[in-house]
């Protein structure tokens, strides 16, 4: 039998953190550290006895080892600073549903929303895409829940928050504020009696941050307004820290949100952030041309991560169907695999050697894309994003 590192156990090689995720999975013995730190070092099995094979299993199935010498395969000819890793992954971006009750024209997931009505992310494959999450060490700035809109009545958002808060990370939710006014809420399993009892229960689990929509919307609906408003000063006046998130919004129109908010509330937002319009994936408009992948592929350098988030990632998103994607702006994409049919683990382990990884990394984009696009050239929309 051969055994060989994973890349997941190089992502924990710092010596406190392998140990207390062996702490963990109930595996004690200072010896089976030092064994995984010789395997990480060495990349295949030390010299002497292995662990037994109870510990191997278990070891296996956290995808800390690799039986069977999978992971020897040899490297493609990357440069010092694009070799694929997820050791820069700081946070995960659950985007629970994409049902909404609102109908923003910008909004990224417009396109496929339809098609995916009534979708929401699976309870259980989240719960344990969070719990493999933080054991790979992904969670160090946190978690966020984001929608389509998460604040609805069939939401599973209060068993995911209290998920995640019992691995003691900061959590983030994301919602358009439509509930600021309303009577009662109802939020899942959940029943509040108020708007205050929702952000008392924000409060009490020791949600980080509630961020609220801001963009064009509450020009187009007005009556958009005061329920957000109202939220706003129930976060203020229960020390639930909160942002505006403003989307293609301007210098002119962030100021023009601080005065209104000045002028009706007293409130000074001290935490805007901007966030870009775009124009690709679910919300490319339909002009009638097709995409063009050679275009595509001169204009991966010229955006502003220059393709790097698709190798070296600071977030993980997951989709309401379980798909991973290394890219915000790519609703609906999996290229990384999918936690419904397997772990967030396996997947990670795997990421190197992933074919979209891999031509991002190698500057190989135009070959993927002549593979994987030009045959289907017809079924996609053009890019106009400036990226």
Known sequence: MTITASPLLHLLRSKRLLENRLQWLALRDPEVARWLRQLDKQGSQPEGPAPATSILETLREHALIDVGGTSSKSPAPYSRDRIPSLAFVEAMNFELTYDCNRDCSHCLQQGIRRRNTGRWIPTEACKQALRDAWFAGFLTTGVNFTGGEPF???????????????LKVDVRLNTNGWWGNQEQVRLGNRAFASPRHVIGWLRETGVAVLALSFDD???????????????????????????????????????TLCDRLLRESGITANHLVPMEMIDIGGAARHTGDQLRGGDMAEAVPLSPCEGRNFFRPTVLHVGPDGGVRTCMYAPGGSWCGNICRESLLSLAARFACNPVTTAFATNEVACLMKRLIEPYASVYTPVNHPC
Do not use: H
Request: glycine share 4%; net charge neutral; with cysteine.
């Open 217 to 255: 919307r509450y020009d187009d609906m007005p009556d958009a307004w005061p329920p957000v408003l109202a939220i706003v000063r129930e976060c203020k006046r229960q020390r639930q820290a909160y942002e505006f998130v403003c989307t293609g919004s301007g210098r002119r129109n962030l100021e």
């Open 152 to 166: 609805v009545p069939n939401t599973n958002l209060p068993e995911l928050v209290e998920a995640a808060r019992s």
